[in-house]
Every structure is written in C-alpha cells, then in structure tokens.
C-alpha cells in the first residue's frame, strides 16, 4: 500500500494548464490584442483558415437559431466540462469566444485565461457587431478616406459570401430590367 500510495505521487494528472498569477490577468486584461474584430473573423472565414476555432458562448438555443459558418456552441457554464476543455489550448489554434455582444465572451475569456489558455480571443461587438458591419455594412460619406472605401468593399463582399445577396433597401435595386435581344439583321442577298 504505501509503494502504491509513493508511486501516484508521481503519476501526472491529467494535463491542466497552470493557472496564471491575478496580476498578470488584469495586465493582459486591459490590453487591446485581446480582441479581434469582425473583419479579421470574416477574413479567416472566407480563407477557409483551418487554425481558427470559433466559440459561440450563447445558449444552445440562440446557437440553433443563427451562428457563425464552423463555429461550436459552448455555453459558458461548459467551461468546467472535460468535454468543451479540450478544445482549448490545441497548439497552433486561434480560439475566438463570441455571443451577442462582448459580455459573455469576456467572462469566458477571463475565466480561460485564469486557468492559464494562451491564444484566446474574443470577437469585438459579438454578433451584433457583426450584423452591423458584415452583414449591413453602411456606406461611408463622400468625405471619408480611401480606407472607408476600401473597408466597404470587402465589407459588401463578405455580405455576399455570407447572405449570398446584397441587403439593399435602396429604390434603384428594386428596378426590373428587361433584356431584349437584337433581332438578326438579315444578310446582303445574293453572295459575292
């Protein structure tokens, strides 16, 4: 019994990460890097990037109803669950919490990140933000920069991966146009 009771002094326990100092967490919390934004998430989407891992927070039936392209449910109160723990801090993977806003995404955050996950994010704005700005971006005025434009574009462009059609409220888009084709002018008659 006692060599028993020696020897499981050193088995390993299961790989838990270790918990990292509260200073250090408020450090990190406060810092900006800590998010990522809905066009960065957009752009690793549409890359197809196989490093991103994206961590819908809400309930499972606000999931069920509508979320992100490759993105897993997992609820908050799942952070303790074996089963959900192992999808965090798979090297290489870029995990990214969101829910409809930051609030739940950054409790799950500052909980991981308590218990010393490394490369966490969570996405700025959450769904709501990314309505905002993927899904209905707004046209930005004549007098904003050529970046505006820019962000535009890819804006609209990422609506149309995602939707598959331009959410255009505008009376011009609802216009029906009626293609003619042209009649066939007939030929000289008698050749050469």
């Known amino acids: 019994m006692i060599v028993l009771a020696f020897g499981t002094i050193f088995i390993s326990k299961d790989k838990e990460p270790k918990q990292i100092d509260p200073q250090q967490l408020l450090?990190?919390?406060?810092?900006?890097?800590?998010?990522?934004?809905?066009?960065?998430?957009?752009?690793?989407?549409?890359?197809?990037?196989?490093s991103l891992l994206l961590m819908d927070v809400r309930d499972e039936d606000a999931y069920n109803e509508y979320s992100l392209p490759g993105a897993i449910n997992f609820p908050i109160d799942s952070l303790m669950s074996k089963d959900y723990l192992g999808y965090l801090g798979i090297p290489g993977t870029k995990v990214v919490f969101y829910s409809n806003d930051d609030i739940k995404a950054d409790k799950i955050w500052i909980l991981a990140k308590r218990m010393g996950f490394n490369s966490i994010y969570v996405m700025k704005g959450g769904l709501n933000g990314w309505m905002e700005t993927i899904i209905n971006p707004a046209e930005p005025d004549e007098t904003e920069p050529n970046s505006a434009f820019e962000t535009y574009s890819f804006r609209k462009g990422a609506q149309l991966f995602f939707t598959g059609s331009?959410?255009?409220?505008?009376?011009?888009?609802?216009?029906e146009v009626q293609v003619r084709?042209?009649?066939?002018?007939?030929?000289?008659?008698?050749?050469c």
Do not use: W
């Open 27 to 50: 450090a990190e919390l406060v810092q900006p890097t800590r998010y990522v934004t809905t066009d960065q998430i957009a752009k690793l989407i549409i890359a197809k990037d196989p």
């Open 181 to 191: 084709r042209k009649e066939k002018a007939s030929g000289a008659a008698g050749g």
């Open 166 to 175: 331009e959410n255009e409220s505008d009376e011009t888009s609802k216009i």
